[in-house]
């Protein structure tokens, strides 16, 4: 069935809303999109339901006028900050001998049944990290294997109940009542890993405006995600307090000057060493500021953060398994040298930039780094790449499967296109002489096979009828 889908993703600068359907080749076809300014949101949390329930009933709103068609189901990026995760396992006998759909479905259940989550939290992903069928080696989709047992490991990601309730009561304002919920982190590695970077261990870091998020990937599956409440609006921040600026004025100095790797001393080849900036309270004053100064600000802010992601992840003990490397995206990604630094601080441990997968459409560029989770959303549901997992509503998610499409397709001759009397009288014709030769053909294969009985010709059953005719006069 092909459902039209409303994907949100609530960030703490911007709401983007997209509503997509899966086209004839299953490929992502996008029927309108949305952006509204983040309002009544900080850090991923709704701080103002009002405000927060305006902004996203305006993004749905303009995403809805381009498209008349009903939304079927609805996905919600959610933050990191306010979830946990844990690991599970389950086990369940196989009693056909054939794994099924049930079976996984029961195993994955089973797991969850099996773990201990936090009375105030609520599910919001049960991603199985591998499967065994009678103790064999590990498998990543046991279904139509043979086997007496079915055993499955899985990563089980929490939300507050509070957090997702406030979310709930936001969307009910745009008139939606259900969704899927879908953690910010894991919805970016799915719109931005390939499957080799999936299967071999990768780390994605999404910087946005207020928080970092980062999960962690290996064999195919999430293994673990982590949160930071530091953005590139803290750099803004940095920019307005150190200078005596405006807000405005910091975020435009932080997006044409900020670099992590241009010269800005004294005789530098760009010619630029400082810049003219408005003082707080008085506008129509300014000052030169030195754009060295400038750097070391905005080099300062990204190092803590790009050191307080290794420091977790050294402690949790997966930066030694992140053998394909560290991919960042999100809106920080754009900031000139940060991959540099990267470097450095991650120890030699490959880094790249990446943008999501650009899906094409009259609406909206994709191909940014902002875009990386509204990208995971709408991958999470149509894309043909996901695995199976229970969702937020502990409800599998299934791989998705393409269906042969029977097309029905007519040639006409265009010289006859406005003679349609003509072109019926052809078709009659056609039709006629088909049922002819159909008819004749199937009067030879009966004369030749004798288990078929031959059926009377009009002129033989009138002469029949005229024979039972007398009988019954003459009894």
């Not at 086990?91 to 195993?107: H, R």
């Not at 030699?348 to 902002?370: A, M, Q, R, V, W």
């Not at 039709?431 to 002819?436: D, F, I, K, S």
């Amino acid at each position: 069935m092909n459902n039209t889908l409303l994907a949100i993703d609530i960030g703490s600068s911007t709401i983007t809303a997209v509503i997509a359907k899966h086209d004839l080749e299953y490929n992502i076809n996008i029927l309108g999109t949305g952006i509204q300014n983040s309002e009544g949101i900080n850090k991923g949390l709704i701080i103002n339901i009002e405000e927060a329930s305006k902004a996203i009933k305006n993004a749905v709103t303009l995403a809805k006028r381009n498209t008349t068609e009903t939304i079927d189901e609805s996905v919600v990026s959610i933050s990191g900050n306010y979830t946990k995760s844990i690991r599970s396992s389950g086990s369940v006998n196989v009693p056909n001998g054939l794994i099924t759909e049930t079976e996984i479905n029961q195993v994955m259940q089973m797991a969850l049944y099996n773990a201990t989550i936090v009375p105030e939290y609520e599910v919001v992903h049960v991603v199985p990290i591998f499967f065994k069928v009678d103790d064999s080696v590990d498998v990543n989709n046991p279904l139509n294997m043979n086997g007496s047992r079915l055993e499955v490991a899985v990563y089980i990601v929490t939300a507050k109940r509070t957090a997702l309730t406030n979310i709930k009561s936001a969307l009910k304002v745009s008139g939606i009542e259900e969704s899927r919920f879908i953690l910010d982190g894991y919805a970016s590695a799915i719109s931005v890993l390939d499957n080799q970077q999936r299967k071999f261990g990768t780390t994605v870091i999404n910087m946005g405006s207020t928080t970092t998020e980062f999960v962690c990937y290996k064999g195919n599956s999430l293994i673990h995600n982590g949160f930071i409440p530091v953005g590139s609006n803290h750099i803004t921040n940095d920019l307005s307090v150190m200078l005596h600026t405006p807000p405005l004025a910091a975020e435009r100095i932080k997006t044409e000057y900020g670099s992590l790797t241009k010269d800005y001393t004294p005789n530098n080849e760009l010619g630029v060493t400082k810049v003219k900036i408005p003082r707080i309270g008085d506008e129509d004053t300014h000052s030169e500021v030195a754009l060295d100064y400038i750097q070391t600000i905005i080099h300062a802010r990204v190092e803590e953060v790009l050191v307080l992601v290794r420091n977790q992840l050294k402690k949790s003990g997966i930066l030694d398994n992140v053998t394909s490397g560290i991919v960042i995206t999100g809106g920080m990604a754009n900031l000139e040298g940060i991959r540099e630094l990267a470097d450095k601080i991650f120890d030699g441990t490959p880094i790249s930039l990446s943008n999501p997968k650009n899906i094409k459409n009259g609406y909206l560029n994709f191909d940014e780094p902002g875009m990386s989770t509204i990208v995971g959303l709408l991958e999470y549901k149509l894309g043909l790449n996901r695995n199976y997992e229970l969702d937020s509503s502990k409800h599998l998610v299934k791989p998705i499967r393409k269906e042969a499409r029977i097309e029905n397709k007519t040639i006409q001759n265009p010289q006859m296109n406005n003679n349609n009397e003509f072109n019926e009288q052809i078709n009659y014709n056609q039709n006629t002489q088909a049922r002819e030769e159909v008819h004749n053909k199937s009067q030879e294969v009966r004369k030749d096979d004798p288990t078929v009985l031959t059926p009377l010709s009009k002129e033989k059953k009138k002469g029949v009828s005229k024979f039972w005719s007398k009988i019954s006069e003459w009894f």
